[in-house]
Structure formats: structure tokens, C-alpha cells
Nanobody, 121 residues
Framework: QVQLVESGGGMVQAGGSLRLSCAAS????????KAWFRQAPGKEREFVAA????????EYVDSVKDRFTISRDNAKNTVYLQMNSLKPEDTAVYYC??????????????WGRGTQVTVSS
């Protein structure tokens, strides 16, 4: 049974940093693209960042470019999201996801349950 478990969320003041982790179990995803999404209250879930199986050419939504960094450790079956210079508008539940493809194509096939990130002004 595949499980994705996010951790590292919490409450932080604007300008602060958090590092999210997502550990997978049940199978190895070293050959799969991975991504982070988020959903703010009253809004649709939106794409945040993605990384291919080899760590190359990460993609980001414009609103987090130069502030967030996605990375992965295939040996640990884990994907990370380093979030710096956080803003109140970054407040959301953050979800990690894994694609069946090795290169990110916009489709997530496995999902975690999410971790809350709250940024106060």
C-alpha cells in the first residue's frame, strides 16, 4: 500500500522559513516525477513545484519562484520543499504528490494527506 506522508508544516511569521518533507512508503519512487500542490481556504488546489526523477529542471508557479526550492533524495524516497521569505498568501494545506511518469507532465497519481502551513503577518 502506497503512502505519502508530509511533515514540517506549522505556523511562522511573514519572512520566515519552513521545510516540508514528504516520505513515501509501500514502493520506491526513484524513477518518478514528484510535485507539491497547495490549497488555500476557499480556493482550488494549485500547483506549486515539480521535480523530475533525476532532479533536473524543477518547475515552479510564478508566485513562489526565487523563494521556494524543491529537491529530492531518492535514497530516502523523499521529496522536500524549502520555503523561504514566506508571505501570508502562502497560507494553505500543502500536498505532496507522485506521478507515474519520470518527467513531470502535469498529472499527479498519488497524493499525501497534506500539512498545514500558516503564515502570519
Amino acid at each position: 500500500q502506497v503512502q505519502l506522508v508530509e511533515s514540517g508544516g506549522g505556523m511562522v511569521q511573514a519572512g520566515g522559513s519552513l521545510r516540508l518533507s514528504c516520505a513515501a512508503s509501500g514502493r520506491t519512487f526513484s524513477s518518478n516525477a514528484k510535485a507539491w500542490f497547495r490549497q488555500a481556504p476557499g480556493k482550488e488546489r494549485e500547483f506549486v513545484a515539480a521535480i523530475n526523477w533525476d532532479g533536473g529542471v524543477p518547475e515552479y508557479v510564478d508566485s513562489v519562484k526565487d523563494r521556494f526550492t524543491i529537491s529530492r533524495d531518492n535514497a530516502k524516497n523523499t521529496v522536500y520543499l524549502q520555503m523561504n521569505s514566506l508571505k501570508p498568501e502562502d497560507t494553505a494545506v500543502y500536498y505532496c504528490s507522485v506521478a507515474r511518469s519520470s518527467v513531470w507532465n502535469g498529472r499527479a497519481d498519488y497524493w499525501g494527506r497534506g500539512t498545514q502551513v500558516t503564515v502570519s503577518s
